[in-house]
């Protein structure tokens, strides 16, 4: 017996209210996830490693729900594209709303999702710029350190005159 039209139209409102239902959670873990990066950067911020190492592992879950919503959503996508006619493995929810004639929600979501995703990509740059910043000054001064170790390097007294120092820690501090 074949499907009638309307019943037809019937399954692709409730696939479409699935997608949505799938898809809506994906801006709570984003926003999360910006949270999560935000308070990674405090913390790489004020050199808590025990507080960066708690934090990855947060981010690391947030990630895997995300990954797992989203391979949800990209398959639902793919199936009602293809109900639709439409095909590609890039299909997203934007071709799928005006397929369907707009005014689903669809695009408004996937404002939402791209302005998620930007919003915890930004962070997360900054992030690694501040990480890479900590890493460069720190091995900066292990190679301070290392080179100071390397025997008789001339260096200046209180007056002025350049003399070889003996000492093999030179570079470091009595007050330290």
């Given at each position: 017996?074949?499907?009638?039209?309307?019943?037809?139209?019937?399954?692709?409102?409730?696939?479409?209210?699935?997608?949505?239902?799938?898809?809506?959670?994906?801006?709570?873990?984003?926003?999360?996830?910006?949270?999560l990066?935000?308070?990674?950067?405090?913390?790489?911020?004020?050199?808590?490693?025990?507080?960066?190492?708690?934090?990855?592992?947060h981010?690391?879950?947030?990630?895997?729900?995300?990954?797992?919503?989203?391979?949800?959503?990209?398959?639902?996508?793919?199936?009602?594209?293809?109900?639709?006619g439409?095909?590609?493995?890039r299909?997203?929810?934007?071709?799928?709303?005006?397929?369907?004639?707009?005014?689903?929600?669809?695009?408004?979501?996937?404002?939402?999702?791209?302005?998620?995703?930007?919003?915890?990509?930004?962070?997360?740059?900054?992030?690694?710029?501040?990480?890479?910043?900590?890493?460069?000054?720190?091995?900066?001064?292990?190679?301070?350190?290392?080179e100071?170790?390397?025997?008789?390097?001339?260096s200046?007294?209180?007056?002025g005159?350049?003399?070889?120092?003996?000492?093999?820690?030179?570079?470091?501090?009595?007050?330290?």
């Amino acid at each position: 017996m074949a499907t009638s039209q309307p019943d037809v139209a019937q399954i692709i409102k409730t696939e479409v209210g699935k997608l949505i239902e799938l898809a809506t959670p994906m801006v709570a873990l984003y926003r999360t996830l910006s949270r999560l990066l935000e308070q990674e950067r405090e913390a790489l911020n004020q050199r808590n490693p025990d507080r960066l190492e708690e934090l990855a592992t947060h981010i690391g879950h947030t990630l895997e729900e995300i990954h797992a919503h989203d391979q949800l959503r990209q398959k639902m996508t793919r199936q009602l594209g293809a109900r639709l006619g439409l095909a590609g493995e890039r299909l997203n929810l934007k071709p799928l709303d005006e397929a369907l004639g707009g005014n689903t929600g669809l695009v408004t979501l996937r404002g939402q999702l791209t302005e998620e995703i930007a919003k915890a990509d930004r962070i997360n740059r900054h992030n690694q710029a501040a990480f890479t910043g900590v890493l460069s000054a720190t091995e900066s001064m292990l190679r301070a350190l290392k080179e100071s170790t390397q025997g008789p390097v001339a260096s200046y007294n209180r007056k002025g005159n350049r003399h070889a120092s003996a000492s093999r820690f030179h570079l470091i501090s009595k007050q330290l």
